[in-house]
């Protein structure tokens, strides 16, 4: 299924097909894809801060993740995050993200980011490389005709970056969520997309799926 613009929408119409697919997305991992010693719950992420402010901010509040945790101590090994137009909308907002991503990986812990928004004038290349600047000055440019970056990233000391660049219009590429620095779980972002959309009111597939005017 291609991606849609979801630009032409609201934010809470992207706030409810968010929920659905993370709602997708956490059994896709409980039902196989994790090892016998990790397990997948779905929660609110702990650095989101914003309270009040503009409706995209309001929903980036309420947005929820899916957290890997090992068995043993319960400790979190990776989180997957499908981002809110609120996460970037202002220079306050994508500053906090990258800088509390950026605090996640130097805490060991892994990421998988989904990125469905096009970048703005805050994010000209995208949240990885707002997220890697807080590591190092990097070059980063997004391939010409692919401005949305869904991204894997290994945590730790050194961390690593997996970007897949895509477009509205094209499949959703398969991701790895690494569980450690050797071994991650191919996410099946295509059909966990596909089974959440079929839960989109009518009106707005609809308008997601409409012809753009000449």
């Known amino acids: ?20 697919w993370i709602a997708d ?12 010693d990790q397990y997948a719950l779905i929660t609110a992420p702990p650095h989101v801060q914003f309270q009040q402010g503009p409706e995209a901010e309001l929903y980036a509040a309420k947005v929820k993740t899916v957290v890997v945790h ?5 400790r979190i090994v990776a989180i997957l995050e499908i981002l809110s137009p609120g996460n970037k909308n202002t220079p ?5 993200r990258a800088e509390k991503t ?15 928004h096009p970048p703005g004038p805050h994010d000209p290349q995208g ?31 050194c961390p690593e970056a997996f970007v897949e660049p895509t477009a509205v219009g094209a499949a959703l590429p398969e991701m790895p969520l690494f569980l450690t620095p050797e071994v ?6 295509e059909a966990t997309y ?11 597939r609809d308008v997601l799926t409409a012809p753009i005017p000449s």
Do not use: N
Not at 2 to 19: E, K, L, Q, S
Not at 25 to 35: M, V, W
Not at 107 to 116: T, V
């Open 92 to 96: 306050a907002c994508l500053r906090a």
């Open 25 to 36: 997305l956490s059994p896709a991992l409980k039902r196989g894809l994790l090892p016998s």
């Open 70 to 74: 090992q068995v043993k101590h319960h």
């Open 184 to 189: 991650y779980v191919p996410l099946p972002l």
């Open 102 to 116: 950026a605090d996640t990986l130097r805490g060991g812990i892994h990421l998988l980011i989904a990125d469905l």
């Open 127 to 157: 949240i990885p490389k707002a997220v890697w600047d807080e590591f190092m000055d990097s070059d980063f440019v997004l391939p010409p005709g692919k401005p949305l970056s869904p991204a894997a990233y290994i945590g730790g000391p």
């Open 1 to 20: 299924m291609p991606i849609h613009d979801w630009t032409r929408v609201g934010a809470g119409i992207f706030h409810d097909f968010h929920h659905g």
């Open 194 to 204: 596909r089974s959440a959309w079929e839960a989109v009111p009518s009106y707005w």
